[in-house]
């Protein structure tokens, strides 16, 4: 059974920075693709940033040249750098893996950024 255990979520001010983090239970080399995915109270939840195996990105407009994924295989472990933090950034960011038709999530971490 796969895990991915988010963490790195927290407060922040506007104009800040935080770096999350989401660790799967294997080789994320299995992975056909991983993500994160963020949902707002109210709201569907959207896609912010992804990475495919072959480690091409992509990112949610609202994001873009603020938001870096990136990943360390030896770790297992997917990152997403979070700058230039605005309140409309505030939400619920979860950890996605897909292999195949499978998908997985991972429990969330709330990223709240203040006025």
């Known amino acids: 059974q796969v895990q991915l255990v988010e963490s790195g979520g927290g407060l922040v001010q506007a104009g800040g920075s935080l770096r999350l983090s989401c660790a799967a239970s294997?080789?994320?080399?299995?992975?056909?693709?991983m993500g994160w995915y963020r949902q707002a109270p109210g709201k569907q939840r959207e896609l912010v940033a992804r990475?495919?195996?072959?480690?091409?990105?992509n990112y949610a407009g609202s994001v873009k040249g603020r938001f870096t994924i990136s990943r360390d295989n030896a770790k297992n472990t997917v990152f997403l750098q979070m700058n230039s933090l605005k309140p409309e950034d505030t939400a619920v960011y979860y950890c996605?893996?897909?292999?195949?038709?499978?998908?997985?999530w991972g429990q969330g971490t709330q990223v709240t950024v203040s006025s």
């Open positions: 996605n893996a897909k292999r195949l038709q499978a998908e997985y």
């Open positions: 294997g080789s994320i080399f299995s992975f056909n693709a």
């Open positions: 990475i495919i195996s072959g480690g091409s990105t």
